[in-house]
């Protein structure tokens, strides 16, 4: 009768421990889920918002060069100055986004390799 006992006991603990691995790796995952898609929504918004800017860039130039009659301009321009430092800041942000998205990419693969296993 205490072997049967004991034997339930432990089918019930080994039970419960499995459970709670496989919760603790769903809430992960979940959480997983969660940033990947923050970082996507952030990265949308932030190549919407390069899109424009390289927009915006390329009518101020046309707009210098060819309706102002200037002769030559540069990244020095006044009138280009402040959109090519926000440009740049935009690239800058989103391409930490991308590498942040691989990254999440990358860790969420090697936990699917060794769960498999």
């Not at 009659?69 to 989103?94: F, K, N, P, Q, Y």
């Amino acid at each position: 009768m205490k072997d049967w006992k004991k034997k339930v006991e432990e089918g019930l603990k080994s039970g419960v421990d499995s459970s709670k691995r496989l919760f603790d790796r769903a809430k992960e995952r979940a959480r997983d889920i969660g940033d990947y898609s923050v970082l996507s929504l952030e990265i949308r918004q932030l190549q919407a918002r390069h899109d424009d800017l390289v927009s915006r860039l390329g009518s101020s130039v046309f707009h210098l060069l060819v309706e102002e009659g200037r002769g030559s301009i540069s990244s020095r321009t006044i009138e280009l100055r402040d959109m090519l430092a926000e440009l740049e800041d935009v690239s800058t942000r989103l391409a930490e986004k991308r590498e942040a998205l691989q990254h999440l990419d990358a860790e969420s693969d090697g936990e699917h390799a060794s769960a498999d296993e």
